[in-house]
Every structure is written in C-alpha cells, then in structure tokens.
C-alpha cells in the first residue's frame, strides 16, 4: 500500500523556521519526482517545490525562492522541505505528493498524496 507520510508542522511565528519532512513507502514502481503543495483556506492548492529522485533537479515556486530548501535522501525515501524566513502568507496546509512520470508544479501531474500537515505562522 503506497502510503505519503508528511511530519514537522506547527506554529511558528514570522521570521522563524520549520523543516517538513515527507516519507514514501509501499511503492512497488520508482515514482520520478516528490512535489510539495500547500493549500490555505479558499484558495486552490498551489505547488510549492518539488525534486527529481532521479536527477536532484529542483524547482520553486516565485514566492518560495530563497527561502525554502527542498532536498532527499533516498535510503530513506525521504523529502525535505527546510522553510526559513516564514511569512503569515505562508500559513497552509501542506500536502507532499508523488509523480510517476515528471517532476512538476502542477498538481495534476502527481499521482499519489499524503494527508498534510498544517503550518501556521503568527505571532
């Protein structure tokens, strides 16, 4: 059973930092690229990040642009997104996902999820 499992969110306040992690299991095909998305309340679910498992190749969305970090360690199936500088507009839920086919933003590219995790940033 392939199962997306998403850990370290919180509530921290703005300026701080939290690292999000996103471990894969009971996949029987080499799945090509883990995304992370977030999704506030009222607005559509947007991609964050994502890494090719293959190549390291990575992408950002704009607004994200230094001040996240995505990254693997693939003995452990594992993906990483490292948020420094936290805004309130960064509060959302956010979902990790898997693509068997291409490393992309775009959620309908991805074909497995987990259950998010919530990030709240206040003070």
């Known amino acids: 059973q392939v199962q997306l499992v998403e850990s370290g969110g919180g509530l921290v306040q703005p300026g701080g930092s939290l690292r999000l992690s996103c471990a894969a299991s009971?996949?029987?095909?080499?799945?090509?690229?883990i995304g992370w998305f977030r999704q506030a309340p009222g607005k559509e679910r947007e991609g964050v990040s994502c890494i090719s498992v293959t190549d390291g190749s990575t992408l950002y969305t704009d607004s994200v642009k230094g001040r996240f970090t995505i990254s693997r360690d693939n003995a452990k199936h594992t993906v990483y997104l490292q948020m420094n500088s936290l805004k309130p507009e960064d509060t959302a839920v956010y979902y990790c996902?898997?693509?068997?086919?291409?490393?992309?933003?775009?959620?309908?590219?991805?074909?497995?999820w987990g259950q998010g995790t919530q990030v709240t940033v206040s003070s």
């Open positions: 996902a898997a693509s068997m086919t291409i490393a992309s933003l775009f959620p309908y590219e991805y074909h497995y």
């Open positions: 009971g996949f029987t095909l080499d799945y090509d690229a």
